[in-house]
């Protein structure tokens, strides 16, 4: 079995009683992790050349840039498409690699928006992050930065001391996937956060933690009352050992078409698929996606228009994950 890295908030958050507790699901390891199913892979949006400028910089849409700082996080989400980047520990963003970045995005008057990802950027200490905020606020034609981190959901203790960080970011992105996380301590370092920057909610689709929509209505509702907009729902990507959190793709826009019914526009998020290598990030509704056989869709890049099939998992591949 692996390692579980939880923090003792989190813990305290679980049913300890219930084995089907959906906080427990996502982030306890599961058996099922260790079927490989088809098509998973390990980075599945990477595409074939690779998948950004250099080892932390990726330049995928034309106005942003998004730029990962560290593999550590608070905890290891067992859905996470950065799984295998996590595990394998790899080194924090350093000043060679901060220095490359900054040239490159000052090089590209396009670029109006850097995003700080990871891991979770909020691992780093405060002393850090401003090194990094402060090198890209030089440039002239960049106009956002922008944080996601779910550090305020594993343990929101971390934003008491965020002040002079928050300052200088414009937009948090936080993953809260069950209104069961939005406790009161996670409303108090919302509180902190809310007079410095804009904040918003990106949550994954996860079967048996939020694939129904009383779940996803309750996670809504929770959210706004702790002054969070929801902002998408991301359908899984098909990283290896994660065939179990995927919903049919059919059922996950039927479930989003029925919150429609439920909630009010601007609490109700868009379900999101991010195509497989690297080409962008769909709305999974017509025309962008489109069934085309059994279990397969056609998708439609953002980007390219290009076409693109997109088959759900298939069956085991031989052997099992270490």
């Not at 905890?75 to 080194?91: S, V, W």
């Not at 971390?158 to 200088?168: F, P």
Request: net charge negative; with cysteine; aromatic share 8%.
């Amino acid at each position: 079995m692996l390692t579980v890295k939880l923090t003792e908030y989190y813990r305290a958050l679980i049913d300890w009683n219930d084995p089907q507790d959906p906080l427990a699901r996502m982030t306890l390891f599961a058996e099922e992790e260790s079927r490989l199913m088809l098509p998973e892979r390990p980075d599945p949006i990477d595409p074939p050349q690779g998948n950004g400028i250099s080892r932390v910089l990726v330049h995928r849409y034309p106005d942003r840039a998004l730029l990962l700082v560290t593999s550590r996080c608070a905890a290891h989400c067992r859905y996470c498409f950065r799984k295998d980047r996590i595990e394998r520990h790899e080194a924090d963003l350093d000043d060679a690699e901060l220095a490359e970045a900054v040239a490159y995005v000052a090089a590209h008057s396009s670029i109006r928006e850097i995003i700080l990802s990871g891991g979770d950027p909020l691992a780093l200490p405060n002393a850090r992050l401003l090194e990094i905020i402060s090198a890209f606020r030089r440039i002239p034609h960049l106009g956002s930065v922008r944080v996601h981190t779910r550090f305020p959901v594993y343990q929101p203790a971390r934003c008491d001391t965020l002040e002079e960080v928050a300052k200088q970011v414009d937009v948090f992105v936080v993953q809260v996937n069950h209104a069961r996380e939005v406790t009161a301590r996670f409303v108090q370092a919302m509180a902190r956060l809310r007079p410095h920057a804009l904040l918003y909610n990106q949550s994954v689709l996860l079967r048996g933690v939020n694939d129904s929509t009383e779940a996803l209505s309750e996670l809504s509702w929770a959210l706004a009352r702790a002054g969070v907009t929801p902002y998408y729902l991301h359908y899984p990507d098909q990283v290896p050992g994660t065939a179990h959190f995927r919903l049919p793709l059919a059922q996950a826009m039927t479930l989003i078409g029925a919150l429609r019914g439920r909630l009010p526009g601007y609490l109700l998020p868009r379900l999101m698929l991010e195509i497989p290598d690297g080409s962008g990030k769909i709305v999974l509704e017509p025309p962008a996606c489109q069934p085309v056989g059994e279990q397969t869709f056609l998708l439609r890049s953002p980007l390219t228009g290009q076409g693109f099939e997109y088959c759900e998992s298939s069956g085991f591949e031989p052997g099992v994950r270490d």
